[in-house]
């Protein structure tokens, strides 16, 4: 079964807005949600340690700190995702074997066109990679999938 990234429309908008800031260069960032919900709620931007077009990683200091933080929230990472800025919204064999977070959505956001942009999500496990849908939503409260936080009448 193929599961779906469903994604509130604000963070969506903010990981291409920071695609778009650290263009040339690739950006990369984090969106945790809640322990177990498969919801991501916040998006925490990260320092690309390579400032690189081609290549990114997460500044391990800056790593630690982002995961002990989540990890006393009670949150994990939903979303883990960075853009690439010549080439399609596509895993590279690099983004394949730095993939270590098995629950993670690995979203890609390609800037190459200026006027557009192109935003992808993948499950990476095992170096396997498989493409899912993403559904935008305005509000989870009345999203298609997940719990609405609205209990049912009697």
């Known amino acids: 079964m193929v599961s779906v990234l469903v994604i509130r429309r604000d963070l969506v908008d903010a990981m291409v807005a920071h695609a778009r800031r650290d263009h040339p260069d690739e950006a990369c960032g984090v969106l945790p ?4 919900s498969d919801r991501p709620e ?3 931007e990260m320092i690309n340690a390579e400032r690189s077009p081609t290549f990114y990683r997460f500044d ?3 790593q630690l700190q982002v995961w002990r933080q989540m990890d006393s929230n009670d949150e994990e990472p939903v979303v883990i995702y ?3 800025t010549a080439t399609e919204a596509y895993p590279s064999r690099t983004d394949v074997a730095y993939a270590s977070e098995p629950n993670a959505h690995y979203v890609l956001v390609s800037t190459r066109d200026p ?3 192109e935003l992808r999500s993948y499950r990476i496990l095992d170096g396997e990679v498989t493409e899912e849908p993403v559904e935008v939503v ?3 409260m009345f999203a298609h999938t997940g719990s609405d936080e609205v209990p049912d009448r009697d």
């Open 138 to 140: 305005e509000s989870y």
């Open 82 to 84: 960075h853009s690439h």
């Open 60 to 62: 391990s200091t800056e």
């Open 42 to 44: 916040r998006a925490i």
């Open 33 to 36: 949600g809640p322990e177990g």
């Open 115 to 117: 006027e557009t942009y």
